[in-house]
């Protein structure tokens, strides 16, 4: 016997994780780049410096699908387009507040999410709300909302 929630085709859409944005081009981001290039086969890079050092540029070259180079500075843009932020310049004080930001960023997304899910079951709610009453004879243009 077959079950009814069998019966109707359905789709899984899986969406590949947005790469980690490397920012840096010497030898402290190659060594983050290295790291993780060796724990997941499926992990993108991308790496942004206005300057790239060779091994990474021969990295780029070993792994064309999985490490891309961009040479340019730094940007807020970029933060938004990456989930996971590594800053591995040679200037520390730049990494961590880089860093913070990127995690002040994540956080905020989060919340707009959570906030975006909340509004859509709120607005459900209120279209249900709105059949009810309207279903039962009450007018659309009601004053008691």
Known sequence: MKHALFDHPFRLHVSAPSPVLVAGGGSLACQHIQQLLSQSATTRVVVVAPRISEPIL??????????????RGLSTADLSEHEKVIAATDDGAFNEDFEALA????RLKRSLGDAE?????????????EQRYLNIGWPRESSCF
């Open 103 to 106: 995690q002040l960023r994540a």
């Open 58 to 71: 021969a990295l780029a070259a070993q792994h064309p699908d999985r490490v891309a180079v961009e040479l």
């Open 117 to 129: 899910v909340r509004l859509g079951a709120l607005k459900s709610i209120t279209r249900e709300v």
